[in-house]
């Protein structure tokens, strides 16, 4: 069964920095491309960043471009999301996510974590 | 960035009924549009990918078809299960964009 768990979400105070991770099981983690996705409180779906199956390129949004890293430890099964210089507007659950088909970058995501709330407030 | 603008925003039906949701792109995206349901504290779900291609084990009473800057997700007999929210994304090219989402309530 493939299974995506966030964690490190939780309260930060703007200029703050969080690493957000991603544990995967049930699949060929190596095999796929993974993104987050964050969704402000009573808002919409917001694409955030991702990564390639080895590591080697990344993309992120905009917003949170010099500010969020995107990482991968293929060896552990992990995803992650640094943040750094946090600020009130990213207060979001971040999912992240898993592409539809392995090695394939576009394509949607088939498979979605439960979510990590990340609070930035003073 | 590509602009993905759904309508309505929300709307009321009830069980039995025929709805069907919008999706228009800023530009042409080919066929590169999912649609996804989510409900109050969970995970998007994916119902459709490539336009019109209904994702594994979602039931068949989903339907979805455009091209181009216009798409549509049809939901042909509305269970009580399908009340939530409906987004569309575009996957053609980045960063990737979600519609404002269509809010199902019940009638």
């Known amino acids: 069964e493939v299974q995506l768990v966030e964690s490190g979400g939780g309260l930060v105070q703007p200029g703050g920095s969080l690493r957000l991770s991603c544990a995967a099981s049930g699949f060929t983690f190596s095999s796929y491309w993974m993104h987050w996705v964050r969704q402000a409180p009573g808002k919409g779906l917001v694409w955030v960043s991702r990564i390639n199956s080895d590591g080697s390129s990344t993309s992120y949004a905009d917003s949170v471009k010099g500010r969020f890293t995107i990482s991968r430890d293929n060896a552990k099964n992990t995803l992650h999301l640094q943040m750094n210089s946090l600020r009130a507007e990213d207060t979001a659950v971040y999912y992240c996510?898993?592409?539809?088909?392995?090695?394939?970058?576009?394509?949607?995501?088939?498979?979605w974590g439960q979510g990590t709330l990340v609070t930035v407030s003073s | 960035a590509i602009r993905m603008t759904q309508s309505p925003s929300s709307f009321s039906a009830s069980t039995g009924d025929r709805v069907t949701i919008t999706c228009r792109a800023s530009?042409?995206?080919?066929?590169?549009l999912a649609w996804y349901q989510q409900k109050p504290g969970k995970a998007p779900k994916l119902l459709i990918y490539?336009?019109?291609k209904l994702q594994s084990g979602v039931p068949s009473r989903f339907s979805g078809s455009g091209s181009g800057t216009d798409f549509t997700l049809t939901i042909s007999c509305l269970q009580s299960e399908d009340f939530a929210t409906y987004y569309c994304q575009q996957y053609y090219s980045y960063p990737w964009t979600f519609g404002q989402g269509t809010k199902v309530e019940i009638k």
């Open positions: 996510a898993r592409v539809l088909i392995p090695s394939s970058n576009s394509v949607p995501f088939d498979y």
């Open positions: 490539a336009a019109s």
């Open positions: 530009q042409g995206i080919s066929s590169y």
